[in-house]
């Protein structure tokens, strides 16, 4: 990401760019490598209303862009806890499954519960393996919609996601 020149009056030109604090320390002053404490950034922000009002325009920006791109997307965007209930999933999962996304919230046994027995084994054995080598998964297997009574081949693609101390978090991925 690159930062735009300034105009003369030390705004940047295109205000949807992001732009360097002001008072933002340099490399070795103190932080480490020039990174900012999570309190000492929020109270930067506190102390410049106006720096604070950018950042939060830019984040809304992208959050707008992301959910625009994910609702074009024909499959299914996600975020799957360890213990297989759902963080995030995204719009198109209603019309894939014919399911209430709301319960796999709280509880994604019922979602696991609808792959197809012979395929069943093998996709926990290759989630496993993907966890613990934090290698992506790509998987093929057959789920069954409910409201149909069909099988349908989904394909699978996810990424563990873990703490930097190595806690598994979740996967992030696509159907």
């Known amino acids: 990401m690159s930062f735009p020149t300034s105009t003369a009056h030390g705004q940047p030109d295109d205000p949807r760019e992001p732009s360097a604090p002001a008072s933002a320390p340099e ?34 920006t992208v959050e707008a862009r992301l959910e625009q791109m994910i609702s074009l997307f024909p499959g299914v965007v996600y975020h799957q806890r360890p213990d297989f209930s ?10 894939l499954l014919g399911l209430d996304p709301q319960p796999l919230a709280r509880n994604g046994q019922p979602l696991l ?8 084994r093998a996709f926990h054995a290759e989630l496993e ?35 930097p101390g190595g806690l598994q ?5 696509m159907w």
Do not use: C, M, W
């Open 27 to 60: 490399r070795g002053e103190g932080t480490d490598a020039g990174a900012l404490s999570s309190s000492a950034g929020l109270a930067e922000l506190q102390q410049d209303p106006a720096n604070f009002a950018r950042i939060f325009l830019r984040l809304r």
């Open 86 to 95: 759902f963080g995030f999933i995204g719009p198109g999962f209603e019309a």
């Open 113 to 120: 519960r609808l792959i197809h027995e012979q395929d069943e």
């Open 129 to 163: 393996r993907a966890r613990d080598s934090a290698r992506p998964l790509s998987s093929v297997y057959r789920v069954l919609n409910p409201q149909t009574g069909a099988y349908v081949f989904r394909l699978d693609i996810r990424k563990a996601v873990q703490s």
């Open 169 to 173: 978090l979740g996967d992030e991925g």
